[in-house]
């Protein structure tokens, strides 16, 4: 089974990932994270313990509190002490030629997907 984190403050998004999981069939233990301070805290409570880390994080770049952008700041430094290899992957209903550059930039990215992703993207990102 994939941990997998969604950091996402759409409230239609988070409803049509969890359908979308669900009609895949994929197996998958999904947590939701309104803000990226939330999200923080929880992978460096878990850093040391691999199990209940997440294997991949869906992260939207526009939230209240912290955004993605400072989620990622963040996470770099942390990054190191986390006891697991994460894909992150941002979501973005933007398709900004500048914030795909600059997501492109930042190592512990593995890809930038616009909203709303379909379900053989799931499927692919999950096999």
């Known amino acids: ?4 984190y969604l950091i996402d403050d759409d409230s239609i998004f988070v ?3 969890r359908k979308t ?3 895949a069939n994929l197996n998958t233990d999904l947590t939701v994270f309104e803000d990226g301070e939330k999200a923080l805290f929880d992978l460096s ?3 040391n ?3 209940l880390l997440p294997d991949i994080i ?3 770049l526009n939230m209240p509190v912290l955004d993605g952008w400072g989620f990622l700041e963040k996470f770099l430094l942390l990054e190191p002490s986390i006891s697991k290899k ?3 992957y941002i979501v973005s209903s933007s398709i900004s030629p500048s914030e795909l550059e600059r997501s492109q930039g930042i190592p512990v ?3 930038f997907l616009t909203k709303p992703l379909s379900r053989s993207k799931f499927v692919e990102i999950f096999e």
């Open 1 to 4: 089974m994939k941990r997998f």
């Open 15 to 17: 409803f049509l990932t």
């Open 21 to 23: 999981l669900q009609v």
């Open 45 to 47: 409570t878990n850093a």
């Open 49 to 51: 313990q691999p199990g």
């Open 58 to 60: 869906f992260l939207d």
């Open 86 to 88: 994460i894909d992150i």
């Open 109 to 111: 990215v593995t890809d």
